[in-house]
């Protein structure tokens, strides 16, 4: 019988990584997403990063946090690069039917025998640097370590939640955009959407441009004190869209308006 497993050499001696099929990647992902998903912090996954050579500051980053509309701005923001040439990076969450979805290249999701190879290149250091990953931070980190391999020229990268401590934030976004920011709870106090927003904003640092296609003044003024207190550079939010006849044709049209702000 042929062991499927790698050995590679190492200087303490020899190790064994194990060589997982496509469907065991997704089996491992399956079963890891609450593995220390009850703490908020980046240390795991700048741990992670560090073990591929801090790829995470190399990459060109767009995130994009908010409440709706953030996949959707991504998708037009990506159309809109590709039309300038460049090679764009997507990371996507969630999926709907596969892990591939969350990852493509200029619009073509991951392959399967690449999803396979960078499951493995991730999860095998991940257990070789004893770092307790979960499934967030596995995937931001293959998400890294695809767009460094295939060399993109931008990558656009969506903040599901927790902007802070969401693991695509170990990236130092270029522009950080966030779509709206609107209460999931009408009971939601008004204090509450203040830390909503602050922890949205949190994906800003020093020398950021923060763009918004938010349309509350005071968001809106939250935001640029945020932006600014972090080292960031505030930009014009986009302006308000003239009424339209379908809610949807409405968040199509903000989110367009700033896919081509970003």
Known sequence: MIDSRKQTASKTGLSIDKQRSYNEIVEYLDSHWNTQSDTKTLDRIKKLDIAFGSLANKIPAVLVSGTNGKSLTINFATKLFKEEGLKVGTFYSPHILTYNERLSISGESISN????????????????????????????????????????????????????????????????????????????????????????????????????????????ELMQRLALSNGGHWAMPIRKLAALKYPFEQLHGRCAALAERI
């Open 113 to 220: 025998k690449q999803f396979t190879e960078i499951g493995n290149e991730v999860i095998n250091k991940s257990e070789a640097e004893k770092i307790s990953a979960n499934t967030q931070e596995l995937l931001t980190m293959m998400a890294i370590l695809y767009f460094s391999q295939q060399k993109i020229d931008v990558a656009l990268m969506e903040v599901s939640k927790d902007g802070q401590y969401n693991p695509v934030n170990i990236c130092n976004a270029k522009v950080a955009a966030i779509t709206r920011a609107t209460l999931e709870d009408v009971k939601t106090s008004s204090q509450n959407m203040k830390e909503i927003i602050t922890e949205m904003s949190g994906i800003i640092k020093k020398d950021t441009w923060l763009v918004s296609g938010d349309q509350n003044k005071e968001n809106l």
